[in-house]
């Protein structure tokens, strides 16, 4: 799952790289469901529903150049908003599946919260800065690399 908001630029970088995912596993064998979206927040538990494995992918704010495009990997319960500027928006990711476990929503077993380093986002923008467009596609493949077993 591929979260973020398009027209903010390099937040949009969740989205992005779904999309990436998407298009290189058009001709491989899978049991795999891409989802972009900009929805935030307690909607994002609709859309979870009845999977057992969940990669999120979106942006964490970086203050670094060299951070600009790393990929932070990150466990639900290393994320809280006391400790983190990562969330989907308007509730962390930890508070998101708290709430989903008690109101009994079958929640998947396994999730894995891959983090994009961006900088701050200032203004409106309809696709990332061109240093780290450039990434997308390297950082999709690291992702499938990591997380997915595929056949020819």
């Known amino acids: ?40 927040g307690l909607n994002l538990l609709d859309l979870i529903v009845g999977y057992s494995k969940l990669i999120i992918v979106d942006s964490i704010q970086v203050s670094s150049n060299n951070e600009l495009g790393h990929i ?19 509730i962390d990711f930890s508070k998101l599946f708290k709430i ?14 891959y983090g994009i380093g961006i900088f701050f986002v200032k203004g409106f923008e309809q696709k990332c800065n061109s ?13 499938i690399n990591k997380e997915l077993s595929l056949e020819e």
Do not use: W
Request: hydrophobic letters at 35%.
């Open 72 to 90: 932070f990997k990150l466990e639900v319960n290393q994320i809280n908003s006391s400790n983190s500027h990562f969330n989907s928006h308007d």
């Open 100 to 113: 989903g476990k008690k109101l009994g929503i079958k929640l998947p077993r396994k999730i894995k919260i």
């Open 131 to 143: 240093r780290l467009g450039k990434m997308i596609p390297d950082i999709a493949q690291c992702i």
């Open 1 to 40: 799952m591929g979260i973020g908001n398009t027209i903010r630029g390099d937040d949009g970088i969740g989205i992005y790289i779904a999309e990436e995912i998407k298009k290189k596993l058009v001709n491989k064998k899978n049991n795999v469901t891409i989802i972009s979206t900009e929805t935030a």
